[in-house]
């Protein structure tokens, strides 16, 4: 998924998040900003691969960019 917008970041610090895992940023890089100075850990997956778990499976997998 991308980074969170500004108001999920918001929703996500008032949750007491400590991680944020994104595959992309977000067009707006306030809400990255604000998980930052509220001592939110970030982490991008961008050009990285995945695992996905599925029960008993493991797959790793690319992220495809959306259209």
């Not at 996500?12 to 900003?33: F, I, P, S």
């Amino acid at each position: 998924t991308h980074s969170p917008c500004e108001m999920c970041a918001t929703a996500l610090v008032n949750a007491h998040v400590q991680t944020v895992h994104y595959v992309k940023e977000y067009r707006d890089r306030a809400g990255l900003q604000l998980l930052h100075d509220s001592g939110v850990v970030l982490s991008s997956t961008e050009g990285k691969p995945l695992l996905i778990e599925f029960h008993d499976t493991a797959e790793w997998v690319m992220p495809v960019e959306s259209p």
